[in-house]
């Protein structure tokens, strides 16, 4: 399993998630053998600083072909799962600079046709429309399957709150976090009955911001 995940404050950096997930990875392929001739390299090292290193300077592709750098990332992903499926995850996609959005759009078109599973998450209020007409189309012509992420319920939300805190503020958390895990963790340690910190008192915390953006 390889992953990797957008930032908000790397959104200026042109395919930050990818570069993110498989530049320290490339070093574990035959680059040679699947490119001869260089050519994959030459693509390759317009996206992933390792490569362009190796080279010592790289042309930045024009717009119209920016296709082959994309194939190219395409191809090293199925280079990957040559000797074992290969699961592809890629977080927070709604902070995706453009590049990694065009790359990832091409990739639900033009899927690896090996055992690669390419797995996103995103706050589907967030996601630009670009990539939120991608993710439609290849769901719509089955080539992505959409899982939403329900909030938890109060049982849920009473197992992962663990014992220690008393009836009357596990149903004020659940009730100020929407079922939210994240919420439901920082309005626990705001009161001092989750990890770390002291007893600060309900009135710390029902301020929160809305966890279901």
């Not at 930032?7 to 395919?15: A, G, I, K, V, Y």
């Not at 709604?94 to 055992?115: N, Q």
């Not at 080539?143 to 663990?162: F, N, Q, S, W």
């Not at 895990?181 to 340690?189: I, T, V």
């Amino acid at each position: 399993m390889l992953g990797g995940r957008a930032t908000e404050f790397e959104r200026d950096l042109p395919f930050g998630m990818f570069v993110h997930a498989l530049d320290d990875h490339l070093v574990s392929l035959n680059l040679t053998e699947l490119d001869p001739h260089g050519e994959l390299v030459t693509e390759l090292a317009c996206v992933f600083p390792s490569l362009a290193r190796q080279l010592g300077e790289c042309r930045v592709p024009l717009q119209e072909e920016r296709y082959r750098t994309y194939r190219a990332v395409r191809v090293v992903l199925e280079a990957l799962s040559v000797s074992r499926p290969l699961v592809f995850v890629l977080d927070d996609i709604h902070w995706a600079d453009p590049a990694s959005e065009e790359l990832l759009s091409y990739l639900l078109r033009h899927p690896p046709g090996v055992p690669v599973l390419v797995a996103v998450a995103f706050r589907p209020s967030q996601v630009s429309p670009r990539l939120e007409a991608s993710l439609s189309t290849a769901t719509r012509e089955g080539r992505a399957e959409r899982l939403e992420l329900c909030p938890l319920t109060e049982e849920e939300a009473d197992e992962m709150l663990g014992p220690g805190i008393d009836r009357a503020s596990r149903d004020e958390i659940y009730r100020e976090s929407g079922g939210n895990p994240f919420y439901l963790g920082e309005l626990a340690r705001a009161i001092g009955q989750g990890p770390g910190g002291g007893r600060q008192g309900a009135g710390a915390w029902r301020k929160a911001p809305s966890p279901w953006p």
